[in-house]
T-cell receptor
Framework: DTEVTQTPKHLVMGMTNKKSLKCEQH?????MYWYKQKAKKPPELMFV???????INESVPSRFSPECPNSSLLNLHLHALQPEDSALYLC?????????????FGEGSWLTVV | GENVEQHPSTLSVQEGDSAVIKCTYS??????FPWYKQELGKRPQLIID?????GEKKDQRIAVTLNKTAKHFSLHITETQPEDSAVYFC?????????????FGTGTRLLVSP
């Protein structure tokens, strides 16, 4: 099973709303990631969790708040977003190791901020 | 930090022709180079990857070559088919940290005409 499951698939939210994106994997991977992808652009790394600890924050605005409750789950809490935050948000996971392990992407959550 | 350049941005070929996409990277510490295919509205999917201790890797119609000295790597698709039409992203990472901080190229839109 190489599945990374993301919910919801589509989300429309107002600029004053609070919402969350959820991600789950059952591959035993200990590294989990959030990427943001705008139309016709490559994915951009936002956060990396390794062994449930935040290892990388790529200077992401505080209106995005990640959380890793356990080794299988990753959340992205959204608050006071701007219309320019509308994008595809991709969760991913990989084995923690030193051999260049494959990153598996979820199907993504399409976010529209109105 | 790492910077990955990718060319061409668009590539149109006839079915059965070969397609070549080229990437260069800047950080000599990068040692893992995956290629992702992304169809419209879908997640990036790994199609092939190569590690820095290997110069070439093949998987059926797809091959990747790596020149560490010149810091460039290429994707070769032979006998292209219409279903190969998609956006292709190269990426580079230093896998020694135990997780993948992938830096993506800007993408190549491949169109295969029947």
């Amino acid at each position: 099973d190489t599945e990374v499951t993301q919910t919801p698939k589509h989300l429309v939210m107002g600029m004053t709303n609070k919402k969350s994106l959820k991600c789950e994997q059952h591959m035993g991977h200990r590294a989990m990631y959030w990427y943001k992808q705008k139309a016709k652009k490559p994915p951009e790394l936002m956060f990396v969790y390794s062994y449930e600890k935040l290892s990388i924050n790529e200077s992401v605005p505080s209106r995005f708040s990640p959380e890793c409750p356990n080794s299988s789950l990753l959340n992205l809490h959204l608050h006071a977003l701007q219309p320019e935050d509308s994008a595809l948000y991709l969760c991913a996971s990989s084995q923690r190791g030193f051999s260049g392990n494959t990153i598996y992407f979820g199907e993504g959550s399409w976010l529209t901020v109105v | 930090g790492e910077n990955v350049e990718q060319h061409p941005s668009t590539l149109s070929v006839q079915e059965g022709d070969s397609a070549v996409i080229k990437c260069t990277y800047s950080d000599s510490a990068s040692n893992y180079f995956p290629w992702y295919k992304q169809e419209l509205g879908k997640r990036p999917q790994l199609i092939i990857d190569i590690r820095s201790n290997v110069g070439e890797k093949k998987d059926q119609r797809i091959a990747v070559t790596l020149n560490k000295t010149a810091k460039h790597f290429s994707l070769h698709i032979t006998e292209t088919q219409p279903e190969d039409s998609a956006v292709y992203f190269c990426a580079a990472s230093n896998a020694n940290t135990g997780f993948q901080k992938l830096v993506f190229g800007t993408g190549t839109r491949l169109l295969v005409s029947p």
